[in-house]
Each structure stands twice: as structure tokens, then as C-alpha cells.
């Protein structure tokens, strides 16, 4: 039997579980899911989102999930007929078996119910996940490239890291500053120019609530965030900043968030130098973060560049995929 459940049915043991033995299947020997994490995101959804648990039980009256999936149906006006699948994970114990394709299905039924046209996920290329997907009618909207700095070797100026005349550093952890919100999100909102591809989910104006709330979705999953941006002296506004999530506060392996730069400021090797600054605040604060890993368009040229010469290297290609309903 496939159902739906509510987040409170679930057994987060089991659904763990289906996780961690296809992570030991797949990518043997590479970062292993973090349960606090994984918890965290099925108690709490993504921001203006629902979150949607389908489980497949075990077959023949074996305890645990065959399978698992975790749909997010964005909830604001501008993407009330999109959604995400966060996951879509069989047990290695049970694939082979339709398992797959039933929970795809009832995905599906859910978006069709919910009056979506088109769901996304992220994909690895190359392997079993991207012929699922394409067999389902998905295709490749963005092309991306995830990438791995060693924080450790990563390059570290004699005195200090260098801000052209007119800026200055702020670095935070947790919520952005009062001082700060304002400008924070009108700097989020320069966003807007990275590339989307062929995606259908648009851009969803930031204001300083909304950054509020992002971060709390952090933080009450149980994370970590860590901010670092270069203020223009002349008016405080904020013309760049990088940010990084630690899932887990004992987490060593941290995750590229937004790195931002300004139009008006671009040019004056702002990404460089925030980036560059939280790498230093790693070392002094964070000592048990031993890696970040960013996820960047294949087209983003600038910011591959950026990431290149701060010595991160290529780990896999992904894609956001999309099939249209």
C-alpha cells in the first residue's frame, strides 16, 4: 500500500534508514546523510512551502519503508503551480521492483490534485537517478557543477584579506542584524540575474521579513548560519555577501549558500573577498569544518571563475531537472 502521510505518522527511524543504506549503495565512502539534518527537514518545510512525506512500506509485512519521498508545493502567488522533490530514495534492499515508479506515482497524483504543472528536483547525471528521471519525461532546465573547497588548503592572505577602499566587512551567525535586514534583502534581491534555465519556479521578491524567516527555517532545523558582507561605507548598504549553512553544528561539511555581489558594486572583487573572509572566519571560529561544497551553474562563468582560483575542485554534474504535467 502507498500512502501519504502527515509529518507526525512518520518514523523518522525508518525513514533514515532508507536513506542511509541507499547513501552506502550509491556513493560509498562520500559525505553520509546527518539524521539531526534530515529530521529537520521533515519536521520543518523549506520557506513558503508544504512539505509532502509519501512513504512505501515494506513488502510482505516487513517492518521500515521500501521507499520514501519528500514533495515541497511552494505556497506564494508567483509559484502556486510549481513544486520541488526534495527526495524520491528506494532501499537498495527493494529496487528493482516497481518501488520507484510507485512512489513517482503518487507524486504525481498529489501534484495533479494540488493543481501543479511542473515539479523540479536535483539530479546527479550519469547514473541511475538521471534515467529515472528522464524516463518519467524530465529534462535537464540548468545545467550545474558541484564543487569542493578543502578549507584547510584553501589560499589564506599573510595579513587579513583585502577590501578595496570604500567597503568594510560584517560577519554574522544566525539571523541577519536589525542594522543590517534591509539592506540584506534588497542585496538578496540582486538574485534575481542568476541563471534559472528552463525552469518554470520564478523569483520571489525579498524583503526583510522574508530573509528573517529563512534563516529561522535554519536555525529551528537545527543548523547553523554564517554570514560575511562587505558594506559600502558611504551608505551601509550591502554590496556583496556569502553564506554557508553547517546542517548540524558538529557538521564537517559545510554548504554554499548565496554568494551575492551587487551590480552597482560588481567589479571591484567583492565575491573574492567575502568568500575569502569567511574562509579566515572558518579557521578562527569553526575549526571542524573541513570542507564547503557549492553548487553553481554550468553558464554562472563568473562565479566558476571566483571558485577556481579560491581552489575548489569539480566533485560531480548535476542538473535541476523538470517535468511538465
Known sequence: MLRTVRRMDIDPDAWFAVLTAAHAHDRPGGP???RAAETGRL?????????????????DGAT?????ALLRLHDTAENAGTAFLDTLTVHP??????????????V??????????SVSALVGKGGAGERFAVAQGAECALPLVASVQEVRTAPAPAVGV?????YRFATWSGAVPDAHAAAHARAHDAMEDAPTGDLDEQHDPWDAERIRAAARVILDRGGVLLTVAALAEADGAVA??????????????ALQYDTVVVPAHRGHGLGRAVKLRMLEYLRDGRPGV???????ADENAPMRAVNEALGYRAESSLGLYQVRL
Open 43 to 59: 519536521r520543518i518545510p523549506a520557506l513558503h512551502s508544504r512539505a509532502v512525506p509519501v512513504t512505501l512500506p515494506a513488502p
Open 93 to 106: 534492499a527493494h529496487r528493482g521492483r516497481g518501488a520507484g515508479r510507485a512512489l513517482w506515482d503518487m
Open 290 to 296: 573541513r570542507e564547503i561544497v557549492t553548487t553553481v
Open 240 to 253: 556583496g555577501y556569502t553564506e554557508l549553512v553547517l546542517p548540524t553544528p558538529a557538521s564537517v561539511r
Open 32 to 34: 553520509a546523510p546527518e
Open 162 to 166: 583585502p577590501l578595496p577602499a570604500g
Open 64 to 68: 521500515g519503508y521500501a521507499g520514501v
Open 108 to 117: 504525481r497524483a498529489r501534484l495533479a490534485a494540488e493543481g501543479r504543472s
